[in-house]
């Protein structure tokens, strides 16, 4: 018995020590925003959007648990604070819905992600949008000192 107990207990450990790859893998969906932080919303479908930061840059993809089917068409979104903690946060009573709009109740927030440029791109791709500037520096080849010169004279 007391093998056993040995054993099961190394077992323990070394599956604990072997765990590291699923833990990297962990997404963070319960990310948390300032309503003053939220500078609107650009929905991809009836169910995800994404926040932008009060700069206008891509800050958060949403999940909603119920479908707003006005949510790609809307022009005003309202952000309820259920908790009035002055956040909006994923997995929480927290919701997003559309002023005006008869059609349904808010829709809580399922998952609340941030975003890095990889998962910018992937959205992008998914959705076929542009969620971000694209800089014409990056398009056009660099200019000599030359052609500068003359672009200023």
Do not use: H, W
């Amino acid at each position: 018995m007391k093998k056993l107990l040995m054993l099961a207990a190394a077992l323990a450990v070394g599956a604990t020590a072997s765990g590291s790859p699923v833990e990297e893998q962990t997404v963070e969906k319960d990310a948390c925003a300032f309503l003053t932080q939220i500078g609107g919303v650009r929905a991809l479908d009836s169910r995800t959007a994404v926040i932008l930061s009060s700069t206008g840059k891509p800050a958060y993809v949403v999940t909603l648990g119920t479908p707003l089917p006005e949510l790609k068409y809307a022009i005003r979104y309202a952000y309820i604070d259920r908790d009035r903690d002055g956040r909006l946060c994923g997995r929480s009573r927290d919701a997003i819905a559309v002023p005006g709009e008869a059609v349904g109740p808010p829709a809580r927030i399922m998952a609340r992600t941030p975003l890095d440029p990889t998962k910018i791109r992937a959205l992008e791709e998914k959705y076929q949008v542009t969620l971000t500037k694209k800089n014409k520096s990056n398009d056009e080849p660099p200019k000599s000192d030359d052609q500068a010169d003359r672009a200023t004279s």
